[in-house]
C-alpha cells in the first residue's frame, strides 16, 4: 500500500510541475512581446501602426481562440488539448522566429493566439482532473504562480536577448518549451470518460457552455467579478509606472522605480503561493478573494495620497501585488468548483476571455483617466470601485453556493 501511495504522490508532483510550466509558458507569451517590441522594430522597420498591429494580433485571436477551444477541450478532453495546442504553438513561435515583415510576425502572433488557449483555458480544469479535492487550492496557488515568474523572467529575458543576442531568441525557447510540455502532457493519463462532455460538436454544444446554460449557479456572477477584477487591475497598472516616474518619483530615477516594481511583484509571487494555505482557513476560496478585494480597493485608493513617499509607495505596491495575485489564484480555482467536470474547460476558457476584454477595456481606460487626471487619482478611484464591486459579486456567489449546499 505505502509503495503505491509513494508512487501516486510523484505522479501528482509530475503532474503539478507540468502543470505550473504550462501556466508559466502562457504569461511568458503574453508578456514577451512588449520587451523585445523595440529590437523588433529595429530590425524588421515597422511603423508605428505597424507595431500596434503586431501588438493587438495576439489578444484579438485569443480571445476567439478561447471561445473556439472551451467546449471542444470539454469534449475531446484536457489532455489531448493541450496536447494539440502545444504543437499548435510551436509552429506559431516557429513561424514568428522566421518572420521578416510586419504581416509574417502579427501572423504569428495571432496564431499563437489561437493555438495557447488549448494549453490556458485546460490547465485549471486539468488540475480539477489530476488533483485530489482536499489539494486543490494548494494547487491552484502554485500553478498560478508560474504567472508572476513568467513576468519577472519575460522582461529580462526579452531586454537581454533583444540587446545581446536576437529577439528571435525567446520565441524559440518558448517553442522548444512547449514541445517539450507536449511530450510531458502525452504521460498523463487521459481524462476520465465521466469528465467529458457527450454533447457533439454543434451549435448546442457552443450554445450550452458558452452562454452558460446549466453551468451552474453564480457562475455568471462569478465572470462579472472576474471581468471587474481584470479592469482594475490593468486601469491601476496601466498608468502606475508612468505617474511614478513623471510625478509621484520622478526625482528618484529610473533605477529605485525598477527595483520598487520588481520588489512588489515578488509580493506577488508570495501571495500565489500562500493562496492555497489561507484558502484552507476558510469555508470556501471565494469568500476569502471577496474580502482581499475589499482591502485592495481601499489600498489602490490610498496610494496617490502617499505621494512620493518611496518607502510608502513600495510598502503599498508589494501589499497590492500580493493581494492581486492571491486574487487570481483563488478566483481560478475556486470558479472550478461552480461548475461539473464536463464544463470546466468551456469555464476555464470563459475565463480567460473575460479577462483578455477586461484588460483591453481596463488599459483604454487607464490612459484615459490618466490624461484627464494626471495625478492618478482618477486611476485610483476607478480602480477601487471596479475591485469593491469584485467583492460584492464574488460574495453574491458564496451566498449562492452555500444557500445550494442546504
Given at each position: 500500500?505505502?509503495?503505491?501511495l509513494?508512487?501516486?504522490?510523484?505522479?501528482?508532483?509530475?503532474v503539478?510541475?507540468?502543470?505550473?510550466?504550462?501556466?508559466?509558458?502562457?504569461?511568458?507569451?503574453?508578456?514577451?512581446?512588449?520587451?523585445?517590441?523595440?529590437?523588433?522594430?529595429?530590425?524588421?522597420?515597422?511603423?508605428?501602426?505597424?507595431?500596434?498591429?503586431?501588438?493587438?494580433?495576439?489578444?484579438?485571436?485569443?480571445?476567439?481562440?478561447?471561445?473556439?477551444?472551451g467546449?471542444?477541450?470539454?469534449?475531446?478532453?484536457?489532455?489531448?488539448?493541450?496536447?494539440?495546442?502545444?504543437?499548435?504553438?510551436?509552429?506559431?513561435?516557429?513561424?514568428?522566429?522566421?518572420?521578416?515583415?510586419?504581416?509574417?510576425?502579427?501572423?504569428?502572433?495571432?496564431l499563437?493566439?489561437?493555438a495557447?488557449?488549448?494549453?490556458?483555458?485546460?490547465?485549471?480544469?486539468?488540475?480539477?482532473?489530476?488533483?485530489?479535492?482536499?489539494?486543490?487550492?494548494?494547487?491552484?496557488?502554485v500553478?498560478?504562480?508560474g504567472?508572476?515568474?513568467?513576468?519577472?523572467?519575460?522582461?529580462?529575458?526579452?531586454?537581454?536577448?533583444?540587446?545581446?543576442?536576437?529577439?528571435q531568441?525567446?520565441?524559440l525557447?518558448?517553442?522548444?518549451?512547449?514541445?517539450?510540455?507536449?511530450?510531458?502532457?502525452?504521460?498523463?493519463?487521459?481524462?476520465?470518460?465521466?469528465?467529458?462532455?457527450t454533447?457533439?460538436?454543434?451549435?448546442?454544444?457552443?450554445?450550452?457552455?458558452?452562454?452558460?446554460?446549466?453551468?451552474?449557479?453564480?457562475?455568471?456572477?462569478?465572470?462579472?467579478?472576474?471581468?471587474?477584477?481584470?479592469?482594475?487591475?490593468?486601469?491601476?497598472?496601466?498608468?502606475?509606472?508612468?505617474w511614478?516616474?513623471?510625478?509621484?518619483?520622478?526625482?528618484?530615477?529610473?533605477?529605485?522605480?525598477?527595483?520598487?516594481?520588481?520588489?512588489?511583484?515578488?509580493?506577488?509571487?508570495?501571495?500565489a503561493?500562500l493562496?492555497?494555505?489561507l484558502?484552507?482557513l476558510?469555508?470556501?476560496?471565494?469568500?476569502?478573494?471577496?474580502?482581499?478585494?475589499?482591502?485592495?480597493?481601499?489600498?489602490?485608493?490610498a496610494?496617490?495620497?502617499?505621494?512620493?513617499?518611496?518607502?510608502?509607495?513600495a510598502?503599498?505596491?508589494?501589499?497590492?501585488?500580493?493581494?492581486?495575485?492571491?486574487?487570481?489564484?483563488?478566483?481560478?480555482?475556486?470558479?472550478?468548483?461552480?461548475?461539473?467536470?464536463?464544463r470546466?474547460?468551456?469555464?476555464?476558457?470563459?475565463?480567460?476571455?473575460?479577462?483578455?476584454?477586461?484588460?483591453?477595456?481596463?488599459?483604454?481606460?487607464?490612459?484615459?483617466?490618466y490624461?484627464?487626471?494626471p495625478?492618478?487619482?482618477?486611476?485610483?478611484l476607478?480602480?477601487?470601485?471596479?475591485?469593491?464591486?469584485?467583492?460584492?459579486?464574488?460574495?453574491?456567489?458564496?451566498?449562492?453556493?452555500?444557500?445550494?449546499?442546504?
Amino acid at each position: 500500500m505505502l509503495p503505491l501511495l509513494a508512487a501516486a504522490g510523484r505522479v501528482r508532483m509530475f503532474v503539478k510541475a507540468v502543470l505550473w510550466t504550462a501556466f508559466f509558458a502562457v504569461h511568458f507569451n503574453i508578456s514577451i512581446m512588449l520587451p523585445l517590441l523595440p529590437f523588433a522594430q529595429h530590425e524588421l522597420g515597422l511603423s508605428s501602426n505597424e507595431s500596434a498591429l503586431v501588438l493587438g494580433a495576439f489578444p484579438a485571436a485569443a480571445l476567439v481562440g478561447n471561445l473556439l477551444l472551451g467546449p471542444l477541450i470539454d469534449r475531446f478532453g484536457r489532455k489531448r488539448m493541450m496536447i494539440l495546442g502545444a504543437i499548435g504553438a510551436a509552429i506559431a513561435y516557429l513561424l514568428t522566429a522566421l518572420a521578416r515583415d510586419a504581416a509574417m510576425l502579427a501572423f504569428g502572433r495571432a496564431l499563437s493566439g489561437f493555438a495557447m488557449p488549448g494549453i490556458g483555458a485546460a490547465v485549471f480544469a486539468a488540475i480539477a482532473d489530476y488533483v485530489p479535492p482536499e489539494q486543490r487550492a494548494r494547487t491552484s496557488g502554485v500553478v498560478a504562480s508560474g504567472a508572476p515568474v513568467a513576468f519577472l523572467a519575460s522582461m529580462s529575458i526579452g531586454v537581454w536577448s533583444g540587446g545581446l543576442l536576437a529577439w528571435q531568441v525567446p520565441f524559440l525557447l518558448l517553442a522548444a518549451l512547449v514541445i517539450g510540455l507536449a511530450i510531458a502532457i502525452a504521460t498523463f493519463p487521459p481524462t476520465q470518460a465521466s469528465a467529458l462532455a457527450t454533447t457533439p460538436v454543434s451549435l448546442r454544444l457552443y450554445r450550452e457552455r458558452l452562454l452558460g446554460v446549466g453551468m451552474g449557479g453564480g457562475t455568471a456572477t462569478m465572470l462579472g467579478g472576474y471581468f471587474c477584477w481584470a479592469a482594475a487591475i490593468f486601469v491601476f497598472l496601466g498608468a502606475y509606472p508612468s505617474w511614478l516616474v513623471q510625478h509621484a518619483l520622478a526625482g528618484d530615477g529610473a533605477g529605485l522605480i525598477g527595483a520598487l516594481l520588481f520588489v512588489g511583484e515578488l509580493g506577488g509571487l508570495a501571495g500565489a503561493l500562500l493562496s492555497g494555505r489561507l484558502s484552507a482557513l476558510t469555508r470556501h476560496p471565494l469568500g476569502l478573494c471577496a474580502g482581499t478585494a475589499a482591502v485592495l480597493a481601499l489600498l489602490t485608493v490610498a496610494v496617490p495620497l502617499m505621494g512620493g513617499i518611496a518607502p510608502g509607495q513600495a510598502a503599498l505596491y508589494v501589499a497590492f501585488a500580493f493581494g492581486r495575485d492571491l486574487m487570481l489564484a483563488l478566483m481560478l480555482g475556486g470558479a472550478m468548483l461552480l461548475v461539473p467536470a464536463a464544463r470546466r474547460g468551456s469555464l476555464n476558457a470563459m475565463l480567460n476571455a473575460t479577462y483578455q476584454t477586461g484588460a483591453t477595456l481596463g488599459g483604454m481606460a487607464s490612459a484615459w483617466l490618466y490624461a484627464l487626471h494626471p495625478g492618478f487619482g482618477a486611476n485610483a478611484l476607478a480602480a477601487g470601485l471596479l475591485l469593491a464591486g469584485c467583492g460584492v459579486m464574488l460574495r453574491r456567489v458564496v451566498r449562492v453556493q452555500e444557500a445550494a449546499a442546504v
